[in-house]
């Protein structure tokens, strides 16, 4: 079946170490984001990609750093200068042939970092 | 204003009830809107998209106030299984998504 798939579903790491989250997808989608939800908020957008080599910063860039070589992957680096990087982290995708501010976005079923 | 406001509830109800929950919105060029339904420690789904004149599916009923910049979500006959958060989304200026914090629904016996 087609989907998202994030790795890992939970991580526990110590403060100041850098972490990388997959994301792969198999839905032949151009558009990839990385999102992050923290308790009782909504989700903010950190990176986003519309082409393969291509990325644009969402509203909480910093600290966080992201790659597209291929376009089925998005990983999403957490680095040791996000400050407050425990958070709920969730990647989706969607179609080039929707408007980028439109269309249905599949998610993955994310990634629960902890930082220690 | 904030891009989406909703009250974030909970909205306690009991099985069979009708429910309704607000949204407005502050990008008035916004031509898309979403609510998504997001269960606790899971990711978001689309729940329904909401069009211009309104648009049903089975218990849910989703309306477009472009007048007052607000979207609006029905649902009837409240079924247990109903309860979760729900995010409402629209289409930002800079071409992404907008994510409400959500309303969270929950539906007694």
């Known amino acids: 079946d087609g989907g998202i798939t994030q790795s890992p579903k939970y991580l526990f790491r110590k403060e100041g170490q850098n972490v990388t989250l997959s994301c792969e997808q198999n839905?032949?989608?151009?558009?990839m984001y990385w999102y992050r939800q923290d308790p009782g908020q909504g989700l903010r957008l950190i990176y986003y990609?519309?082409?393969?080599?291509?990325?644009q910063k969402g509203d909480i860039a910093e600290g966080y750093s992201v790659s597209r070589e291929k376009k089925e992957s998005f990983p999403l680096t957490v680095t040791s200068a996000q400050k407050n990087p425990t958070a709920f982290y969730l990647c989706?995708?969607?179609?080039?042939?929707?408007?980028?501010?439109?269309?249905?976005?599949?998610f993955g079923e994310g990634s629960r970092l902890t930082v220690l | 204003r904030k891009e989406v406001e909703q009250d974030p509830g909970p909205f306690n109800v009991p099985e069979g009830a009708t429910v309704a929950f607000n949204c407005t919105y502050s990008?008035?060029?916004?031509?898309?809107f979403f609510w998504y339904r997001q269960d606790c420690r899971k990711e978001p789904k689309l729940l329904m998209s909401?069009?211009?004149s309104g648009n049903e599916d089975g218990r849910f009923t989703a309306q477009l106030n472009r007048a007052s910049q607000y979207i609006s979500l029905l649902i009837r006959d409240s079924k247990l299984s109903d309860s979760a958060t729900y995010l409402c989304?629209?289409?930002?200026?800079?071409?992404?998504?907008?994510f409400g914090k959500g309303t969270k629904l929950s539906v007694k016996p």
């Open positions: 989304v629209h289409g930002g200026s800079q071409g992404n998504l907008i």
């Open positions: 839905l032949n989608h151009d558009a």
């Open positions: 989706a995708s969607k179609g080039l042939w929707q408007r980028v501010n439109t269309g249905e976005l599949f």
């Open positions: 990008n008035s060029a916004s031509q898309s």
């Open positions: 990609s519309q082409i393969v080599n291509d990325f």
């Open positions: 909401v069009y211009s």
